[in-house]
Antibody, heavy 120, light 110 residues
Framework: QAQLVESGGGVVQPGRSLRLSCTSS????????LHWVRQAPGKGLEWVAA???????QYYAESVRGRCTISRDNSNTVSLQMNSLRPEDTALYYC??????????????WGHGTLVTVSS | QSALTQPSSVSGSPGQSITIPCTGT?????????VSWYQQLPGKAPKVIIY???NRPPGVPFRFSGSKSGNTASLTISGLRTEDEGDYFC??????????FGGGTKLTVL
């Protein structure tokens, strides 16, 4: 069954770094844009970053711009490098597959999320 | 980066219809037809139910419909069912190469 699986979450101190990965199984990610979305405990969804199918275009939310980098590792994995982490970055991080190769609002597959906790 | 505006909660009885508005600006909803709606059931990952303003993915019941007028997009659910209870989020492309969610609306089916 086609699915997305996030990994790399954990507990980290403020100011430190973390690298999240999103791996697909049952399909390749090379034809679709890919997004990272986060949800703080008990809160709504916040779009974080996106990358186009060929990796040539990356978009970032203002809240993470300059601290995060989204990249394609291979045809089945997209990563989110998060630096200078803050307590407000604490959230469940989802990856979501864009239905298009370009970045759009239409995402047709989601993972189950990986939890990032930023705390001293 | 301000979120799109949604009511925090709506409610309805089984069989009734409800509409959830999502208000933005001419820089997002008003300027693009790239608006989607996501349903998040308790403890689950979100799922797309409407894309590009009014399109329904395969498998989403006809009871779910979307529309847009000016800077406001709307999700209408007809014939409410108890299994529709959950959170609903609008999402739009925004000028400046970003995307933005609404704050989310909790639907209660009484």
């Amino acid at each position: 069954q086609a699915q997305l699986v996030e990994s790399g979450g954990g507990v980290v101190q403020p100011g430190r770094s973390l690298r999240l990965s999103c791996t697909s199984s049952g399909f390749t990610l090379s034809q679709n844009a890919l997004h990272w979305v986060r949800q703080a405990p008990g809160k709504g969804l916040e779009w974080v970053a996106a990358i186009s199918n060929d990796g040539s275009t990356q978009y970032y939310a203002e809240s993470v711009r300059g601290r995060c980098t989204i990249s394609r590792d291979n045809s089945n994995t997209v990563s989110l490098q998060m630096n200078s982490l803050r307590p407000e970055d604490t959230a469940l991080y989802y990856c979501a597959r864009d239905e298009s190769g370009y970045i759009s609002s239409h995402w047709d597959a989601w993972g189950h999320g990986t939890l990032v906790t930023v705390s001293s | 980066q301000s979120a799109l505006t949604q009511p925090s909660s709506v409610s309805g009885s089984p069989g009734q219809s409800i509409t959830i508005p999502c208000t933005g600006t001419s820089s997002d909803i008003g300027g693009y037809n790239d608006v989607s709606w996501y349903q998040q059931l308790p403890g689950k990952a979100p799922k797309v139910i409407i894309y590009y303003v009014s399109n329904r993915p395969p498998g989403v019941p006809f009871r779910f419909s979307g529309s847009k007028s000016g800077n406001t997009a709307s999700l209408t659910i007809s014939g409410l069912r108890t299994e529709d209870e959950g959170d609903y989020f609008c999402n739009s492309f925004r000028q400046g190469d970003t995307l933005v969610f609404g704050g989310g609306t909790k639907l209660t089916v009484l």
